[in-house]
């Protein structure tokens, strides 16, 4: 499978679609995603109220970023999920997907993305930390992970060197 046997779309996955793509992703995750939580519920609760970046092969849910992009009071977005079938992983389709889940916050005006990421699933820090995030904090074994999305105009370098 590769990236164009895919087709992406936004909000369209239904909570069963959502159910089945974490199911079929569950081991992957470091801890494993059931042991901390109702998957089943936690789909409906994904439809519901995140918005959806969703990679689909035929008619099968293969890739799945979730985020809230709703707290236009703090203007904090949230990421709630990002997974992709095992034999997605490093095929640039996380990539895809997060990166339309980080325009869609900024053209909504966010001024942050936030995220929690178990601390011993190193392979996914290494994907946000791609980005730009970087850890906040650290609570029960978890790392608490944020992005700017509108980072402060840098200084211009000091001129250096140069001959007299
Ligand atoms: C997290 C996830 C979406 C990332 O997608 P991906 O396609 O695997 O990500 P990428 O391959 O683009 O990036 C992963 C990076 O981690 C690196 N990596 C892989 N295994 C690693 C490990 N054990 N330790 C540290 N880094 C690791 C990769 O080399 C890559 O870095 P590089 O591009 O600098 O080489 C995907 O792995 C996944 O679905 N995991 C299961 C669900 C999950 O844990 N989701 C996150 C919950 S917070």
């Known amino acids: 499978m590769s990236?164009?046997?895919l087709s992406f779309r936004q909000s369209t996955a239904s909570a069963d679609a959502v159910g089945?793509?974490?199911w079929?992703?569950?081991a992957a995750f470091v801890p494993k995603l059931s042991e901390g939580l109702d998957i089943d519920a936690y789909a409906e609760k994904i439809v519901r109220h995140a918005i959806t970046f969703e990679a689909w092969q035929e008619g099968l849910l293969v890739g799945l970023v979730a985020a809230y992009i709703n707290d236009v009071?703090?203007?904090?977005s949230y990421v709630t999920n990002v997974t992709v079938e095992p034999v997605l992983m490093g095929k640039d389709v996380a990539a895809i997907l997060f990166e339309s889940c980080l325009a869609s916050a900024r053209e909504k005006d966010?001024?942050?993305m936030e995220l929690e990421v178990a601390q011993d699933n190193h392979r996914a820090i290494r994907f946000y930390e791609k980005f730009g995030f970087q850890v906040q904090g650290r609570r029960n074994a978890k790392l608490q992970m944020?992005?700017?999305l509108k980072p402060q105009p840098q200084p211009p370098e000091p001129l250096t060197g140069g001959t007299r």
């Open 73 to 76: 009071e703090r203007r904090i």
């Open 24 to 26: 079929a992703c569950d």
């Open 20 to 22: 089945a793509h974490l």
């Open 110 to 112: 966010f001024d942050a």
């Open 146 to 148: 944020a992005l700017n």
């Open 3 to 5: 990236v164009a046997d």
